[in-house]
């Protein structure tokens, strides 16, 4: 037998006859254990419902920005965006490095010079403009410039000239970008056009 349940038999009889005072010390007893376990953990427990609560706003906040979608259909909304914005503004367009220009400069040179407009359709084409630009220059071709342009489509266009196609292969071969022709047979007297579009690749 354990030793408080022999304590406890031992001094049964003085319990006994004190037992509204020994209720009252076990009410009191269970009392501040109460109010201690209450202090130690009241603020844990607060701490915890307002992490709750702060949560159940977020998922609140999320269901009500989602209007009813599932996570699977939220996540479709946003790449059907992404795709949108791919398709009208585009991707940023990597320039053309130093060996790049030199050799596009060089294929260049063995082009009937003329005068040559680059073009960009947005900020996100114009370092690569401008680094074709570089590559003109170099090649000594004395009348090219930069401008901005629109509607150039998808990719690098060249195009207005006979020569334009020559130009698309050389941009090919240095560069290995994207190039299609446009109205390489409506002749522009010694102009070549080379714009650069929305990059969507």
Sequence with gaps: MPQWMQDLITGWPM??????T????????????WWVM????????????GQIELQDRQLADYREKLKGASPEEAKAKIDALERTIKLTVGARWEPLTKAQISTLAVKLRAIKKGRAQIMYENALGKELAQTILEAFKEAQWDEAWLSSGSDLGEGVVVGWSSNAAEVGKALVSAAKL??????TDKEVIGLIVVGVGINAY
């Design 38 to 49: 209450s202090w130690r953990y009241g603020d844990l427990l607060a701490a915890k419902n």
């Design 15 to 20: 319990i006994r006859a004190n037992l509204p």
């Design 22 to 33: 020994f209720f009252v010390l076990i009410v009191l007893i269970i009392v501040v254990i």
């Design 178 to 183: 994207p190039v299609w022709e446009k109205d």
